[in-house]
T-cell receptor, first 115, second 110 residues
Framework: DVKVTQSSRYLVKRTGEKVFLECVQD?????MFWYRQDPGLGLRLIYF???????EKGDIPEGYSVSREKKERFSLILESASTNQTSMYLC??????????????FGPGTRLTVT | DAKTTQPPSMDCAEGRAANLPCNHS???????VYWYRQIHSQGPQYIIH???NNETNEMASLIITEDRKSSTLILPHATLRDTAVYYC???????????FGQGTILTVHP
């Protein structure tokens, strides 16, 4: 079974702190994603990566950065946490496909609260 | 990507089939229908996908109408653990960015 793990299930940080969210997958997937999920707003893509050291902005990259130094690991960084970044953060991974999009496998999520 | 429309909630008795509909009338010829579900406080879980033909796996069946404007996810013998929010989404041949609408809250009753 595909396993995607995230470093924390719950996290509480103060405004202005630098926050690191780690994600690791064990299926040798090329693609990795960071989403946030908020009530009424659904799932929104922050960043994704299709290869080591490669990254692409998603729909809401402002206030975030990412790092992918190894294929299995994709980190999300909140440079200076703000209260509007309180959310559920979801990491996902998936294979690449030339003919169709591939299913994504999600981690359990990190519920981040910024006070 | 095409938009989808799902009923906000549905109920099902344990052991019975749960049939969850989805409308995607603006779907393009190369776009796939994907279904995910999300159990409370967990990450979304992939269920099944299809292009034109009906599909079945160990979790569910997917029935796509001939004009591809709608589909139905079938859980053949629903259990209490199937209580979740079910999302229908449409994806083209891109990197596969997922977007979920509000989904259908399925409640399975004893």
């Amino acid at each position: 079974d595909v396993k995607v793990t995230q470093s924390s299930r719950y996290l509480v940080k103060r405004t202005g702190e630098k926050v690191f969210l780690e994600c690791v997958q064990d299926m040798d997937h090329e693609n990795m994603f960071w989403y946030r999920q908020d009530p009424g707003l659904g799932l929104r893509l922050i960043y994704f990566s299709y290869d080591v050291k490669m990254k692409e902005k998603g729909d809401i990259p402002e206030g975030y950065s990412v790092s992918r130094e190894k294929k299995e690991r994709f980190s999300l960084i909140l440079e200076s946490a703000s209260t509007n970044q309180t959310s559920m953060y979801l990491c996902a991974s998936g294979s690449s496909g030339h003919h169709r999009p591939y299913e994504q496998y999600f981690g359990p999520g990190t519920r981040l609260t910024v006070t | 990507d095409a938009k989808t429309t799902q009923p906000p909630s549905m109920d099902c008795a344990e052991g019975r089939a749960a049939n969850l509909p989805c409308n995607h009338s603006t779907i393009s010829g190369n776009e796939y229908v994907y279904w995910y579900r999300q159990i409370h406080s967990q990450g979304p879980q992939y269920i099944i996908h299809g292009l034109k033909n009906n599909e079945t796996n160990e979790m569910a069946s997917l029935i796509i109408t001939e004009d591809r404007k709608s589909s139905t996810l079938i859980l053949p013998h629903a259990t209490l653990r199937d209580t979740a929010v079910y999302y229908c989404t449409v994806l083209g041949t891109s990197y596969g960015k997922l977007t979920f609408g509000q989904g259908t809250i399925l409640t399975v009753h004893p």
